[in-house]
T-cell receptor
Framework: GAGVSQSPSNKVTEKGKDVELRCDPI?????LYWYRQSLGQGLEFLIY????????KSGLPSDRFSAERTGGSVSTLTIQRTQQEDSAVYLC??????????FGPGTRLTVT | AQSVTQLGSHVSVSEGALVLLRCNYSSSVPPYLFWYVQYPNQGLQLLLKYTSAATLVKGINGFEAEFKKSETSFHLTKPSAHMSDAAEYFC??????????FGTGTKLQVIP
């Protein structure tokens, strides 16, 4: 069956612009996670959704970052007024059983 | 609170040699532990997981890991390395909640 998909796969944007990153989870998966992977770093937890609600937003780095999930399915991560330090790979994962997360291929964001 | 430390950001082994990737964890509650593999330009794939059942866990592609509470370790091993094992490996821990904390990763190089 289809896995987790993310779009775009690559995004280059100018500093100060807003960007939207999309995640399509595996159908039926109730939980959805966003992570950020910077060069030489591990995965940094950003936010997780259970259904459409986000019980844990503790990882969002600043108020420029926001995320939503609609219909218990697609999620969008929005970064406003992008900065160069936002450059990273943004990974999305979904799960039905909480300890089995399935990851998408990621979106590589480059802020110039 | 939880954390995970992966010893060695880069490990090189000869093809056919033993693979040993080290992971030590810290958790204030009984942990669940995971190893993920990431191939270039791909998302993470779950290799194996420890969820408080058997301490020796077998995963895909011939990998296994042993949970040692006394040493707070969860090292990943494979008896004989293949060229296809070259990738980045991430250890991760959770205390039973949805938030999973990842290590900084170990890049495995397999030398022919």
């Amino acid at each position: 069956g289809a896995g987790v998909s993310q779009s775009p796969s690559n995004k280059v944007t100018e500093k100060g612009k807003d960007v939207e990153l999309r995640c399509d989870p595996i159908s039926g998966h109730t939980a959805l996670y966003w992570y950020r992977q910077s060069l030489g770093q591990g995965l940094e937890f950003l936010i997780y959704f259970q259904g459409n609600s986000a019980p844990d937003k503790s990882g969002l780095p600043s108020d420029r970052f926001s995320a939503e999930r609609t219909g218990g399915s697609v999620s969008t991560l929005t970064i406003q007024r992008t900065q160069q330090e936002d450059s990273a790979v943004y990974l999305c994962a979904s799960s039905l059983v909480w300890h089995e997360q399935y990851f998408g291929p990621g979106t590589r964001l480059t802020v110039t | 609170a939880q954390s995970v430390t992966q010893l060695g950001s880069h490990v090189s082994v000869s093809e056919g040699a033993l693979v040993l990737l080290r992971c030590n964890y810290s958790s204030s509650v009984p942990p669940y532990l995971f190893w993920y593999v990431q191939y270039p330009n791909q998302g993470l794939q779950l290799l194996l997981k420890y969820t408080s059942a058997a301490t020796l866990v077998k995963g895909i592609n011939g990998f296994e890991a042993e949970f040692k509470k006394s040493e707070t370790s969860f090292h990943l091993t494979k008896p004989s390395a293949h060229m296809s094992d070259a990738a980045e490996y991430f250890c991760a821990v959770t205390g039973g909640y949805q938030k999973v904390t990842f290590g900084t990763g170990t890049k495995l190089q397999v030398i022919p």
